[in-house]
């Protein structure tokens, strides 16, 4: 009886797991078709090799069936056989699909890649393209057409699929340069002639092409006729001169070199201007150089307290510090669990008679700056073994040692 229930525990067990088994194998199948396709077929090979004399009887105790049931039998192995084949067959589905996955992705992966060699060849076309094109707008701006030559440079613009446009931006600069070039020409002439007011409209004009790569010489230009034209101006470069520079104007007019043009207009306008300042400057940079010298003693005194203040700081951070640490001190020399002195414990017990006998009932102690009172009352055997209260006071340094016995009773 107890043979046979235990029979039927393993045989539930080995259903259960077998069931998991197969669970899984088809569940992972279209995943991982390999392990479905060796469970189905091995559960095959093994459903054939019942029937061969030799090794039946192995085979039906591995998978568990009765050798004597009769149609019982029979139904598991048919079982056993249906369940191989639905394995081999979802194992095969599941591959086919792998198969079928990888193909169009395959597939894919090539026409992206053809796709990205087709855009290859058409950008270096486009680019190609550009290039001609801008060597037709050169020829245009040759001719003098500049109309003709920003219509053909916006349509090598356009062109589809172009990525290098650094030509068209070479020679929209060159072009902008020759301008500003031909500009700044006209002006000179027209500043010579001591037309400057209609010189500055045309250098204004050249400030404004687009595109143009060197416009520092336009601008320096354009801050000469200032200085020769605009008082303010011509005021604000007196306030930025140095010290030397402007005491060689005032004491013997040499003129700074950034207020020479070399146009003997210019330079004329600009003399008249600078010395009807000189004399008002001196007033105006004398009073500029008293607010420095009190922006540096105001600031030097800023630093100063700001020194002070940050020296008081950590002072006062070092006295907590210390503080802290001789209150650590203290502390440690003092049970954390009873509140007796360590020091003057030890020092009791060994002058008692009976040290096992000690009973600490209470400590107190009075800070005396370098040192410590420290008073302790406890109970302990006398010499004649009675337990008696006794207390005693003594002195203490700040590492926790006796240095002195005050009092002591009894």
């Not at 009886?1 to 197969?22: A, T, V």
């Not at 394995?87 to 990205?116: D, N």
């Not at 060994?350 to 102690?365: F, Q, R």
């Not at 055997?381 to 003594?394: E, H, P, T, Y």
Request: aromatic content about 6%; hydrophobic content about 40%; glycine content about 4%.
């Amino acid at each position: 009886m107890i043979d046979r229930d235990i029979r039927e525990s393993n045989g539930r067990k080995y259903l259960i797991g077998f069931s998991i088994l197969i669970l899984l194998a088809l569940l992972t199948s279209q995943s991982f078709p390999k392990p479905s396709a060796w469970l189905g077929q091995i559960l095959l090979i093994l459903c054939v090799t019942t029937f061969i004399p030799v090794i039946k009887q192995h085979v039906r105790r591995l998978l568990h069936i009765d050798e004597d049931n009769g149609w019982r039998t029979k139904l598991k192995l048919g079982v056993f056989a249906f369940i191989g084949i639905i394995l081999f067959s979802a194992s095969l589905i599941g591959s086919s699909r792998i198969a079928e996955a990888t193909r169009v992705a395959e597939e894919k992966s090539a026409e992206e890649a053809a796709r990205k060699v087709e855009l290859e060849r058409l950008t270096k076309k486009a680019n190609e393209r550009v290039v001609s094109v801008v060597k037709t707008a050169e020829l245009y701006w040759q001719y003098k057409n500049i109309a003709k030559v920003e219509e053909t440079l916006d349509s090598a613009s356009n062109i589809p699929n172009a990525t290098n446009f650094q030509p068209i931006q070479e020679l929209r600069t060159r072009i902008a340069d020759a301008q500003v070039k031909s500009l700044v020409l006209e002006a000179t002439g027209l500043i010579k002639a001591g037309k400057v007011d209609k010189g500055r409209e045309i250098v204004l004009t050249a400030l404004s092409i687009p595109h143009a790569s060197s416009v520092s010489y336009v601008k320096k230009l354009d801050d000469h006729i200032l200085n020769a034209t605009d008082p303010k101006h011509n005021r604000d470069l007196l306030m930025k001169l140095s010290d030397k520079e402007f005491q060689a104007l005032q004491k013997n007019g040499i003129m700074p070199q950034q207020f020479i043009s070399g146009y003997q207009e210019l330079d004329t306008r600009i003399a008249i201007l600078t010395k009807a300042h000189v004399e008002d400057i001196v007033a105006e940079r004398k009073k500029r150089e008293q607010e420095r010298i009190e922006q540096q003693r105001l600031a030097a005194i800023a630093a100063k307290k700001a020194m002070e203040e940050r020296k008081a700081r950590e002072a006062a951070e070092a006295i907590v510090k210390l503080k802290n640490a001789r209150a650590k001190k203290i502390k440690e020399g003092f049970s954390s669990w009873d509140g007796s002195h360590r020091g003057l414990t030890e020092w009791i017990k060994e002058s008692m008679n009976d040290p096992s006998s000690y009973d600490h009932a209470k400590t107190v102690y009075w800070d005396r700056t370098d040192h410590l009172i420290v008073q302790t009352t406890f109970r302990g055997k006398n010499g004649f073994g009675a337990l008696v209260l006794s207390r005693i006071k003594a002195k203490v340094d700040l590492n926790g040692n006796v240095i002195e016995v005050l009092e002591q009773e009894p």
